[in-house]
């Protein structure tokens, strides 16, 4: 878990990174900078640091087999050898990204980069160096008294609860690549240019990366597999789901025989479970372990894509979060029509 409330701003220093495609510059600041007042010192840190949250981690990719070719992992790892190397490695790091910078869609904007001391982590204490883009500018209404009389401007700036894009590398494990966060609020093109092409990041294969891999892997079943095509209905199939993210909310430490006893049940369905794991481990490079604590972080971002809904026809959305005993499905012959019936004890 990460702890940032002992955390201190040690270094700042602001570079502008153009958009090399449509032929904008880089510009860099001529040196480093540290605000005196400690109410600026405190939005700052709040900016930068208050989106973490998520026990997800990632780690640096060697390039042509060794970490130091990575642009990024090599100056981070000057800056912690020597503070004085923080200018010098964070024009390095520009550089870098404004060459990365060279497609049209790609948004110009500040890049920030930062020393912290003082992080807490699960490892201990230690330094960290962040990497910040804003790219995102606000409008804001200001208001100036003139001549005794209130009057209201717009300003451009940024917002300081909307970070774009961050990147926070520990001082942890470097000969793993370090451990390393992140964040892109851009949508999916954005992110590879800056989780891959930029940092050359990778997830690491931490608690948070297990539980959302598994939670995937069990609403990738249902969809492919365990589904109307292999005459599962609906409600069926919406009661695996409930039953799969209700054990990882019930469990701190994931056991996938018991998940297979409780969740999946039957012999047939866990054989054809057994298969498809093999087969998405397989199709997606990784090994899902079978035993792992649970992220209820990850458990919390993937509750989002678990989908609880039966429509029937366009008439009605009948939203199922219990178990499927209280639902039951007929067939009316007079009316030619399926039917389900709902048990309740109570109504609001």
């Given at each position: 878990?990460?702890?940032?409330?002992?955390?201190?701003?040690?270094?700042?220093?602001?570079?502008?990174?153009?958009?090399?495609?449509?032929?904008?510059?880089?510009?860099?600041?001529?040196?480093?900078?540290?605000?005196?007042?400690?109410?600026?010192?405190?939005?700052?840190?709040?900016?930068?640091?208050?989106?973490?949250?998520?026990?997800?981690?990632?780690?640096?990719?060697?390039?042509?087999?060794?970490?130091?070719?990575?642009?990024?992992?090599?100056?981070?790892?000057?800056?912690?050898?020597?503070?004085?190397?923080?200018?010098?490695?964070?024009?390095?790091?520009?550089?870098?990204?404004?060459?990365?910078?060279?497609?049209?869609?790609?948004?110009?904007?500040?890049?920030?980069?930062?020393?912290?001391?003082?992080?807490?982590?699960?490892?201990?204490?230690?330094?960290?160096?962040?990497?910040?883009?804003?790219?995102?500018?606000?409008?804001?209404?200001?208001?100036?008294?003139?001549?005794?009389?209130?009057?209201?401007?717009?300003?451009?700036?940024?917002?300081?609860?909307?970070?774009?894009?961050?990147?926070?590398?520990?001082?942890?494990?470097?000969?793993?690549?370090?451990?390393?966060?992140?964040?892109?609020?851009?949508?999916?093109?954005?992110?590879?240019?800056?989780?891959?092409?930029?940092?050359?990041?990778?997830?690491?294969?931490?608690?948070?990366?297990?539980?959302?891999?598994?939670?995937?892997?069990?609403?990738?079943?249902?969809?492919?597999?365990?589904?109307?095509?292999?005459?599962?209905?609906?409600?069926?199939?919406?009661?695996?789901?409930?039953?799969?993210?209700?054990?990882?909310?019930?469990?701190?430490?994931?056991?996938?025989d018991r998940f297979k006893e409780e969740v999946?049940?039957?012999?047939?369905?866990?054989?054809?479970?057994?298969?498809?794991?093999?087969?998405?481990?397989?199709?997606?490079?990784?090994?899902?372990?079978?035993?792992?604590?649970?992220?209820?972080?990850?458990?919390?971002?993937?509750?989002?894509?678990?989908?609880?809904?039966?429509?029937?026809?366009?008439?009605?959305?009948?939203?199922?979060?219990?178990?499927?005993?209280?639902?039951?499905?007929?067939?009316?012959?007079?009316?030619?029509?399926?039917?389900?019936?709902?048990?309740?004890?109570?109504?609001?």
């Amino acid at each position: 878990m990460i702890n940032f409330e002992n955390c201190e701003i040690a270094n700042i220093v602001i570079h502008h990174i153009g958009n090399k495609f449509e032929g904008d510059s880089l510009s860099l600041s001529d040196n480093c900078f540290l605000p005196e007042d400690t109410d600026v010192l405190h939005l700052l840190k709040s900016y930068f640091l208050s989106a973490f949250k998520k026990d997800a981690y990632y780690h640096f990719l060697p390039y042509e087999g060794e970490l130091l070719n990575n642009p990024v992992y090599a100056s981070a790892t000057a800056v912690f050898s020597d503070q004085q190397a923080f200018y010098e490695q964070s024009v390095e790091m520009a550089q870098h990204l404004y060459e990365q910078s060279n497609n049209p869609n790609i948004k110009p904007g500040e890049l920030y980069i930062v020393h912290f001391r003082n992080c807490n982590i699960e490892e201990g204490i230690c330094d960290a160096i962040g990497i910040f883009k804003s790219e995102t500018k606000d409008t804001f209404l200001k208001i100036v008294l003139n001549q005794n009389t209130y009057q209201l401007i717009g300003e451009s700036g940024i917002n300081i609860k909307k970070l774009d894009k961050a990147c926070i590398i520990f001082n942890i494990t470097p000969e793993n690549g370090y451990k390393v966060c992140i964040l892109d609020k851009t949508n999916t093109k954005e992110a590879v240019y800056w989780t891959t092409d930029f940092l050359g990041l990778e997830p690491g294969e931490d608690s948070y990366f297990q539980t959302a891999n598994y939670l995937d892997l069990c609403k990738n079943f249902v969809k492919d597999i365990y589904n109307q095509e292999n005459d599962v209905p609906r409600a069926d199939q919406i009661d695996m789901l409930n039953r799969s993210i209700n054990f990882f909310k019930d469990a701190e430490v994931f056991s996938e025989d018991r998940f297979k006893e409780e969740v999946v049940r039957e012999p047939e369905v866990i054989h054809a479970f057994e298969n498809f794991k093999s087969q998405y481990e397989t199709d997606n490079n990784m090994n899902l372990s079978n035993e792992f604590a649970v992220s209820d972080y990850a458990v919390k971002d993937e509750k989002k894509y678990f989908r609880h809904v039966l429509k029937l026809d366009k008439n009605f959305h009948v939203y199922i979060h219990g178990e499927k005993k209280y639902i039951r499905k007929g067939y009316d012959a007079e009316r030619d029509m399926n039917y389900y019936t709902l048990y309740f004890r109570n109504e609001e």
